[in-house]
């Protein structure tokens, strides 16, 4: 079964500066991978996915993920971190028994 | 569309009490997904159906939960009796015919607080 790990339960960044998550999977087979934001008191909302078309994936909000075989992971970025983008961001693995996600990393936005 | 709704937002009950959430995905999915969020475990798939049919429940935890979903616009997660330690936030997502790729789009989820 897919596993997913997030490396650091919070990051704190200033405003402005570069932002990154990592996110390390476990897998035998061809992954299907996520990156999902849930701010305060809300449901998950999708960021990117990886399905095998594209290494580097874009997704909403500046946000960015590059999906590296060779190191098993698939971590998040953003070149310049907005106080907006303060929330809970989770990487998640998909497959054929459902959704599994990572325990989740809280992102701080210093001003 | 109004999107994956859950009821009730907020439930507070007695232990021993037992407590049903309800969900309604989006029109036309036909797959549904229930997680539980805690600070501790994080976010854990209990069960999903596909075309009202569950799949894979081995993530429920124990018999005190059960889920139903007897039509493609409706279904309950039961827990009877519940307990504390089942106090956590319980999420609804639906997908159009989960393969492993397609989006999960999540209810805004229920607060249970069990006393």
């Known amino acids: 079964a897919q596993s997913v790990t997030q490396l650091g339960s919070h990051v704190s960044v200033s405003e402005g500066a570069l932002v990154l998550l990592r996110c390390n999977y476990s897998?035998?087979?061809?992954?299907?991978l996520f990156w999902y934001v849930q701010y305060p008191n809300q449901g998950l909302q999708l960021l990117l996915k990886?399905?095998?078309?594209?290494?580097l994936v874009k997704g909403i909000n500046g946000f960015e993920a590059e999906f590296k075989k060779s190191e098993t992971s698939f971590h998040l970025t953003k070149p310049s971190a907005h106080m907006s983008d303060a929330a809970e961001y989770f990487c998640?693995?998909?497959?054929?028994?459902?959704?599994?996600f990572g325990k989740g990393t809280h992102l701080i936005i210093q001003p | 569309d109004a999107g994956v709704i859950q009821s009730p937002r907020h439930e507070v009950t007695e232990m021993g009490q037992e407590v049903t959430l309800r969900c309604k995905p989006i029109?036309?999915?036909?797959?549904l997904f229930w997680y539980r969020q805690t600070m501790m475990r994080g976010l854990e798939l209990l069960i999903y159906?596909?075309?009202?049919?569950?799949?894979?429940d081995s993530g429920m935890p124990e018999d005190r939960f059960s889920a139903k979903m007897p039509n493609a616009s409706f279904s309950t997660l039961k827990i009877q009796p519940s307990e504390p330690r089942d106090s956590a936030v319980y999420f609804c997502?639906?997908?159009?015919?989960?393969?492993?790729?397609?989006?999960?789009?999540f209810g805004p989820g229920t607060r249970l607080t069990v006393l």
């Open positions: 997502a639906s997908s159009l015919l989960w393969e492993g790729h397609n989006e999960q789009f």
């Open positions: 897998s035998s087979v061809p992954p299907y």
């Open positions: 990886y399905t095998s078309a594209a290494t």
């Open positions: 998640g693995g998909g497959g054929a028994d459902g959704l599994t």
């Open positions: 029109s036309g999915h036909n797959s």
């Open positions: 159906f596909n075309n009202n049919v569950p799949i894979d």
